[in-house]
């Protein structure tokens, strides 16, 4: 996968390596943290993945990150009259480049002008230097996994205290005036469904989690994630913010209420703080 001569199209993209082999990838959409492999046309299919159609029509095969021996994104770069450039395309005999030198004459006289860039069309003969960089994408997202799972995705969790072990438990009481506690084979009282009921004069103690940060300087409930991406609600005030932001979704919530969410990278979140609310204290 390192030697030019064996790339006659030497352009940006993904590589994963599954069972050995290299294939084109990219980030599965929807199904975060997965990979999707997209074999060239008339290779065979990766054995055991499932293929899935996307939006564009192409057809991709997810993979869990940890099935993959490598997953990088590939760029090349190379040199002419001297001066460096970044591939951006190719055919078998001309190169496209993004000029990454900083001599203005140079690009005025032999390049043209891209908003910000300077870009050009080059015979294959006439560049050196050609070389092929890696920059590694499975341990970044096997940490952001990680890191994630920390704090179970952001999402709001209730819990409840009873005879001194914790369990998952519903937000409310039910009709009854119970609460549901949720728990495994080990508990002969509970349902098939894992669910046993408990008097709120039961319990040790009964809570909320959840986590709150800031995005833009405005405050905002996170709600989950979403592509590995931290989501949440805007709980501020700014019309202005609302109505200027190029960040934000207008959603309709469970109650028919529109609410404006956002998602953000878990290292771009601000002011992260993670909250408890005692429910028993309001009964």
């Known amino acids: 996968m390192t030697d030019p001569a064996s790339h006659p199209f030497p352009v940006k993209g993904e590589v994963a390596v599954f069972h050995g082999a290299p294939y084109r990838a990219r980030g599965a959409l929807g199904l975060w943290p997965c990979v999707e492999l997209l074999p060239e046309p008339g290779r ?5 993945l499932a293929p899935r159609e996307g939006a564009d029509g192409s057809v991709g095969y997810p993979v869990a990150p940890e099935r993959l021996a490598a997953w990088y994104a590939v760029t090349w770069t ?3 009259r001297g001066e460096p450039f970044e591939c951006t395309a190719a055919t078998p005999t001309t190169l496209r480049g993004r000029y990454l030198g ?3 004459r140079f690009a005025k006289e032999h ?4 908003v910000s860039d300077y870009r050009g069309v080059f015979p294959r003969d006439e560049v050196s230097e050609m070389v092929q960089h890696h920059e590694d994408l499975l341990q970044p997202l096997h940490a952001r996994v990680r890191r994630l799972a920390e704090v179970d995705h952001f999402r709001p969790r209730t819990y409840a205290v009873h005879r001194g072990r914790t369990y998952p438990a519903a937000a409310e009481a039910d009709a009854s005036g119970l609460i549901a506690l949720t728990t495994g084979r080990d508990r002969p009282e509970a349902p098939g469904d894992g669910h046993f009921p408990v008097a709120p004069g039961e319990l040790d103690a009964w809570f909320r989690i959840h986590w709150t940060f800031r995005s833009h300087g405005e405050p905002f409930d996170a709600v989950g994630t979403v592509d590995g991406r931290v989501k949440g609600v805007y709980t501020g005030r700014s019309h ?3 109505a200027h932001s190029a960040t934000l979704t207008p959603e309709t ?3 028919g ?3 404006y969410t956002v998602r953000v990278d878990v290292d771009g979140v601000a002011g992260l703080e993670r909250h408890r609310t005692d429910l028993l204290a309001d009964l």
């Open 111 to 114: 390049l043209k002008r891209l």
């Open 257 to 259: 209420v529109t609410r």
């Open 253 to 255: 919530g469970p109650d």
């Open 102 to 104: 900083s001599d203005e």
């Open 240 to 242: 202005g913010f609302i």
């Open 78 to 80: 190379f040199r002419w």
């Open 44 to 48: 065979p299919a990766p054995e055991g």
